[in-house]
């Protein structure tokens, strides 16, 4: 497995930008599938977007499809995510997954998790 570091998280007004990234430590970063998934305030975790090991496949939640790119540099180990047009029901815990074997949209397929960045989006 994977260990996951995620940072970027902050408070931001609806309308703006933050920048997530997730760094992966070991040499085995390049065979897995990168996920992110979000928890908002008494809610359950929900997937965001998944990206595939090579990075040539992408999948993405309706709600955040045209706002969010996930992209990966295998090379630094690192999986990012770029969120645009913030809205304040994007207010989350975000958390990066780790899956080895094909991408998934499930929790239960990630099998590596970080410890999470709070993402706060004001009205």
């Known amino acids: 497995q994977v260990q996951l570091v995620e940072s970027g998280g902050g408070l931001v007004q609806a309308g703006g930008s933050l920048r997530l990234s997730c760094v992966a430590s070991?040499?085995?970063?390049?065979?897995?599938?990168m996920g992110w998934f979000r928890q908002p305030p008494g809610k359950e975790r929900e997937f965001v977007v998944a990206?595939?090991?090579?990075?040539?496949?992408?999948y993405y939640a309706t709600s955040v499809k045209g706002r969010f790119t996930i992209s990966r540099d295998n090379a630094e180990n690192t999986v990012y995510l770029q969120m645009n047009s913030l809205k304040p029901e994007d207010t989350a815990v975000y958390y990066c997954?780790?899956?080895?074997?094909?991408?998934?949209?499930?929790?239960?397929?990630?099998?590596?998790w970080g410890q999470g960045t709070q993402v706060t989006v004001s009205s």
């Open positions: 997954a780790a899956a080895l074997g094909p991408t998934g949209s499930q929790p239960a397929d990630f099998g590596s």
């Open positions: 070991g040499r085995t970063f390049r065979y897995y599938a």
């Open positions: 990206i595939s090991s090579s990075g040539s496949s992408t």
